[in-house]
């Protein structure tokens, strides 16, 4: 049981450049979840998904893309990188019972130049 | 909306101190409160949980009780270890909807 795994760990992009971060969970999990991470600001939700085929928008979901076409996989993309987007990257998934936790990828991080 | 505050850092303490992070929140109804802890590199791990009033969680040491007279879940540990050295961070997840709602993390230097 690997629980989340995210590919990759470390990427360097250059502006305008695009990419995809691919989350897999195998607990099977209904909701999942992508993350940023930048210091002093905490964790802020970029997209989420309720259940295969399903997505909504988070908090910053500017510049990104995600689709959810297996129960299993959350991709993440950017299709046009800025230096804004550099950051650490956190993929979560959830059971969907109320009280839940949820349970945390080891995060990508990308440097965007 | 639904939100969290914990207590900023960086909070240094030496071995075997007393350690208390603060966190509030605003919240409708009852949600669920959560600790996680975030070692360097990895990602975020839960530490504890409460599901509803007077709950404690409790694990390693670490305990919190929900408080909804004070909208409040403070971290304590009664003797750190430099192993406890990490960022905490304080978090809800509301009874209805799909989001949790997370603080700023509270950053935690445990010194021998």
């Known amino acids: 049981n690997a629980g989340v795994t995210q590919t990759p760990k470390f990427r360097v992009l250059k502006t305008g450049q695009s990419m995809t971060l691919l989350c897999a969970q195998d607990m099977n999990h209904e909701y999942m979840y992508w993350y940023r991470q930048d210091p002093g600001m905490g964790l802020r939700l970029i997209h989420y998904?309720?259940?295969?085929?399903?997505?909504a928008k988070g908090e910053v979901p500017d510049g990104y893309n995600v689709s959810r076409l297996k129960k299993q996989n959350f991709l993440l993309g950017l299709e046009s990188a800025a230096p804004s987007q550099t950051s650490v990257y956190f993929c979560?998934?959830?059971?969907?019972?109320?009280?839940?936790?949820?349970?945390f990828g080891p995060g990508t991080r990308l440097l965007v130049l | 909306g639904d939100s969290v505050t914990q207590m900023e850092g960086p909070v240094t303490l030496s071995e075997e101190a007393f350690l208390t992070i603060n966190c509030t929140y605003t919240?409708?109804?009852?949600?669920?409160l959560f600790w996680y802890v975030q070692y360097p590199g990895e990602g975020l791990q839960l530490l504890l949980k409460a599901t509803k009033a007077d709950d404690k969680g409790s694990n390693k040491g670490f305990e919190a009780t929900y408080r909804k007279e004070t909208t409040s879940f403070h971290l304590e540990k009664g003797s750190v270890q430099v192993s406890d050295s990490a960022v905490y961070f304080c978090?809800?997840?509301?009874?209805?909807?799909?989001?949790?709602?997370f603080g700023t993390g509270t950053s935690l230097t445990v010194i021998p």
């Open positions: 998904s309720v259940g295969e085929g399903t997505t």
């Open positions: 978090a809800l997840r509301p009874n209805t909807g799909n989001q949790f709602y």
């Open positions: 979560a998934s959830s059971r969907h019972v109320g009280g839940e936790t949820q349970y």
């Open positions: 919240a409708t109804g009852y949600p669920s």
